[in-house]
């Protein structure tokens, strides 16, 4: 297969299994042409998976030469899957990356990798569905909005999510849990309006300014 392949695998291990499928997917819609060819080799036909009748060397060469029903529409289905992982993967790797915190970015970035399923799929509200559940259930956590919220190039970006009841629900769990005192959580609310809304400090030049470049997890030194 190498030979037909640039000496690459097709399975290449990922943080996932999702990743891994995807990875997988991938390189074989990008080296079409080559397993097209090795699997109308004459050095495949003289193997022995080449003369073999049942197996599943027999049912991989279907689909990629696109034989019978099941092989007919294999890679127009192969794009389109990859249209609607894609988005998926880049949250992945933003969840595993390490050059930056990214608390404060992944309930963006779930937002943006729906939109971009909802561009390439007709059927984006299955997939939507889908995610959601998964989302809601195991992944979502009330400091992703609070992290959301408090990130600057989100909070006086083009979206109002200073106003957003969800988001500001999960902020307000966030702050009690972290902080037992009644009065202080009113503080702590009190400084977030603020901080959305520009006022005292976080209005200042320098505040705003910084707001493209600093990283939210940025600490400074007082």
């Given at each position: 297969m190498?030979?037909?392949?640039?000496?690459?695998?097709?399975?290449?291990?990922?943080?996932?299994?999702?990743?891994?499928?995807?990875?997988?997917l991938?390189?074989?819609?990008?080296?079409?042409?080559?397993?097209?060819?090795?699997?109308?080799?004459?050095?495949?036909?003289?193997?022995k998976?080449?003369?073999?009748?049942?197996?599943?060397?027999?049912?991989?060469?279907?689909?990629?030469?696109?034989?019978?029903?099941?092989?007919?529409?294999?890679w127009?289905?192969?794009?389109?899957?990859?249209?609607?992982?894609?988005?998926?993967?880049?949250?992945?790797?933003?969840?595993?990356?390490?050059?930056?915190?990214?608390?404060?970015?992944?309930?963006?970035?779930?937002?943006?990798?729906?939109?971009?399923?909802?561009?390439?799929?007709?059927?984006?509200?299955?997939?939507?569905?889908i995610?959601?559940?998964?989302?809601?259930?195991?992944l979502?956590?009330d400091?992703?909005?609070?992290?959301?919220?408090?990130?600057?190039?989100?909070?006086?970006?083009?979206?109002?999510?200073?106003?957003?009841?969800?988001?500001?629900?999960?902020?307000?769990?966030?702050?009690q849990?972290?902080?037992?005192?009644?009065?202080?959580?009113?503080?702590?609310?009190?400084?977030?309006?603020?901080?959305?809304d520009?006022?005292?400090?976080?209005?200042?030049?320098?505040?705003?300014?910084?707001?493209?470049?600093?990283?939210?997890?940025?600490?400074?030194?007082?």
């Amino acid at each position: 297969m190498k030979k037909f392949t640039d000496n690459r695998d097709i399975i290449r291990p990922g943080i996932t299994r999702f990743a891994t499928n995807f990875s997988a997917l991938e390189y074989i819609v990008r080296y079409k042409v080559g397993l097209r060819n090795m699997f109308e080799s004459e050095q495949w036909m003289m193997s022995k998976y080449g003369q073999a009748t049942s197996s599943p060397a027999c049912e991989a060469k279907k689909f990629v030469l696109g034989l019978g029903s099941e092989g007919r529409n294999f890679w127009e289905r192969a794009q389109q899957i990859m249209k609607v992982q894609e988005p998926l993967l880049k949250v992945l790797r933003l969840v595993d990356g390490d050059d930056k915190p990214t608390m404060g970015f992944i309930y963006e970035a779930m937002e943006r990798a729906k939109l971009a399923i909802q561009k390439n799929s007709r059927s984006y509200l299955e997939y939507w569905r889908i995610i959601d559940d998964r989302w809601n259930f195991q992944l979502h956590h009330d400091l992703h909005a609070a992290g959301y919220f408090l990130n600057p190039q989100y909070q006086y970006g083009l979206h109002d999510i200073g106003n957003d009841n969800e988001i500001m629900l999960d902020l307000k769990n966030v702050i009690q849990r972290l902080e037992g005192d009644l009065v202080n959580q009113g503080k702590a609310l009190n400084q977030a309006l603020l901080f959305r809304d520009k006022i005292e400090s976080f209005g200042t030049a320098l505040a705003q300014k910084a707001i493209k470049f600093t990283n939210p997890g940025t600490k400074f030194i007082k």
